[in-house]
């Protein structure tokens, strides 16, 4: 009956033990999230993109596709 007893606590504690370090990651990463300022701005980017063609053909060589072609070289 003890053994059981002293399984049950270590069960207990390990649950505990996770529940708080889970508890403790989220917090961290909402505080990173919070920290960050400009997190938002990739949004305002995709607002300036012209409309897409009605025909098709939606390919343009932006100033983003040049900077991939430019890292992209071997």
Do not use: C
């Amino acid at each position: 009956m003890q053994k059981k007893q002293i399984t049950d606590k270590a069960q207990a504690t390990a649950s505990r033990r996770g529940f708080f370090m889970g508890a403790a990651a989220a917090s961290a990463a909402v505080a990173a999230v919070t920290a960050m300022p400009g997190l938002s701005t990739p949004s305002a980017e995709l607002n300036k993109l012209p409309p897409a063609p009605e025909n098709g053909g939606g390919y343009s060589l932006s100033e983003h596709v040049k900077r991939y072609y430019q890292t992209a070289r071997v």
